[in-house]
């Protein structure tokens, strides 16, 4: 005879599977709208399209030395130069997001294999419902390519282990290790670990059984060859460009003596003096970093990691190793790699550079599926230690900290709408310009210059944070102010500051007014401040101003 609560219970998960599939549409569908608006994000505009854009425009890949970003690794850059082609700027977004699609979709395929379907839908949703997610679904940047490569690489790596070690799945888990290498620099971390991994993993698993001790080292090497060639590209380009294959990171190593970029090479706790200086923490705050990046993620505020995630990452993992001895051996293993991955990974970013939600990524879907387990952890326990009444209480706490998950990853979404406002530039009732101008202010100088100079002009942007993208005329970027500071420096008279300008090739000026009168009084004395206003009075006419910033000419004399 049928159990009735056991009926009931299959019914009760049928329903669950409809709701959770249809806010995973409901989801994509939201993403989708609230990506069909111009990229107005830092990173698209200095970086992700403005690279593909010259790149474009020059008819082929060539050095920028202006653009430090434009050394970084490329895959899904690349893939962005495509829809760029055609004139489309908003499908790259597109293609950003079906990473994270299909990220959610290895997350579904190891959770029903290892669970259920039911699980597997709702790892899938909180997924792609976190916070970051989220934003980077929406944004023209490469960080989902990223968090997809890594993933399918510690996946092929679990099917390795289970297929006795075959060969060929190495093989396509140090592809894809590869081409999280060729995504972004992060990706030198997956390498790492996957390569320690490997030897670890075969030896642990073999020791009871007859195994060649040699073999361990063997498969690491072939890993990591598999991995380096399929980078070998962007470390070719880079080697010929600048003789370091990874610039310019660790430049102080590949170029001793030489002046240059030394990114990824300082102090090893240097960041942690920059976050006392700049944001005033205490030690102790600094310490719990890593825990605080689960619970105080804030978009654009660098105190608070650029980002959110979400408190449920950092409890739920934990109850995924009650009971771990009693997990099938295969699965243990499984848990106690993800565990590993995220820590380690989560360390090394700590130590290594300023947090950053984006910079530990590769671990969110770790994290995803040790929270999956750890919640049906949970309700295995409850069905098997609890009494029938109290057992319908705990499941209504389950029931409710699922529904809390859920919510609070809606309550971003809807606060994303607020802020995106997609809905009046779908409709057409804003147009392309005012969108972006809204979120770019200086949008309106930028279409002015591009309509009303001469194609060879030549910009000097101050700052203006690197944002190129949407200029058609050529830009140079002062690092740090370091050129025009240098040049007011040197300069005796105003004419010396013009004449400077213009041996640099320099015709016009594009200037944020509130940042650069700061800059100017901080960094220049009053004979300097003196010179420095007859020059913007007698060497330069203003075009034209709008939102803060201005847009200046300078003028040839004699």
Not at 188 to 203: E, K, M, N, R
Request: with cysteine; charged share 15%; hydrophobic share 45%.
């Amino acid at each position: 005879m049928a159990n009735p609560e056991y009926a009931k219970m299959l019914s009760f998960s049928k329903y669950l599977r409809i709701l959770f599939s249809g806010l995973l549409l409901s989801l994509t569908l939201s993403i989708i709208i609230l990506s069909s608006v111009p990229p107005v994000s830092r990173d698209a505009l200095t970086h992700h399209l403005a690279v593909p854009k010259l790149y474009l425009k020059h008819g082929g890949i060539y050095e920028i030395p202006s653009l430090i970003f434009s050394y970084y690794p490329m895959n899904l850059d690349l893939l962005y130069i495509i829809p760029l082609y055609f004139g489309n700027d908003i499908v790259p977004k597109f293609i950003h997001f079906s990473f994270a699609l299909l990220t959610a979709w290895l997350i579904f395929g190891y959770l029903r294999k290892r669970i259920n379907t039911l699980y597997a839908l709702l790892g899938a949703l909180f997924f792609l419902s976190l916070p970051v997610i989220v934003k980077l679904s929406t944004t023209v940047y490469v960080d989902l390519g990223l968090i997809f490569f890594s993933t399918a690489s510690l996946i092929c790596l679990f099917k390795w282990i289970e297929n006795d070690f075959k060969l060929k799945y190495l093989i396509i888990s140090a592809i894809f290790c590869g081409l999280a290498l060729g995504t972004k620099y992060n990706g030198l971390i997956v390498l790492f670990l996957l390569t320690l991994f490997v030897p670890f993993i075969y030896s642990r698993t073999t020791q009871n059984r007859t195994s060649k001790p040699y073999m361990a080292i063997w498969y690491s090497a072939v890993f990591m060859i598999v991995a380096l060639l399929i980078f070998s590209p962007w470390m070719t380009r880079n080697y010929i460009w600048t003789n370091n294959p990874v610039f310019p990171f660790y430049d102080n190593w590949f170029n001793p003596g030489e002046a240059g970029s030394t990114a990824g090479s300082a102090g090893f706790t240097g960041h942690f003096v920059m976050r006392k200086v700049i944001f005033n923490e205490s030690w102790w705050e600094t310490a719990l970093i890593p825990v605080r990046i689960f619970f105080q993620g804030q978009d654009g505020n660098p105190k608070y990691f650029d980002g959110r995630l979400s408190p449920f990452l950092f409890f739920l993992p934990f109850f995924a190793f009650f009971h771990i001895r009693r997990s099938p051996p295969v699965l243990r293993t499984e848990k106690n790699i993800l565990l590993a991955f995220v820590i380690l990974f989560l360390s090394f970013a700590f130590f290594k550079t300023d947090m950053r939600t984006r910079y530990i990524a590769p671990i969110i879907p770790p994290l995803v599926i040790l929270s999956i387990l750890g919640l049906r952890e949970i309700n295995e326990i409850i069905s098997n230690r609890c009494f029938a009444t109290s057992r319908k209480v705990w499941r209504g706490f389950v029931s409710l900290a699922v529904s809390l998950m859920i919510c609070l990853n809606a309550a971003y979404i809807i606060g994303e709408f607020r802020y995106v406002q997609p809905i009046s530039y779908i409709n057409g009732s804003v147009g392309r310009d005012e969108y972006i101008e809204r979120y770019r202010p200086e949008y309106s100088a930028i279409k002015f210059a591009n309509k009303h100079l001469l194609d060879n002009a030549r910009i000097l942007c101050v700052f203006l944070g690197n944002r190129g993208y949407y200029n058609d005329r050529e830009i140079l970027f002062d690092k740090n102010q370091n050129m025009f500071k240098r040049i007011v420096k040197n300069a005796d008279s105003p004419e010396r500051i013009s004449l400077d300008l213009d041996k640099a090739g320099i015709t016009h000026l594009l200037i944020r007014y509130d940042l650069f009168n700061n800059w100017s009084n901080n960094n220049f004395d009053t004979k300097e401040k003196g010179i420095l206003s007859i020059f913007f009075k007698e060497h330069v006419s203003p075009l034209f101003s709008k939102g803060g910033y201005g847009l200046f000419r300078l003028e040839k004399h004699g």
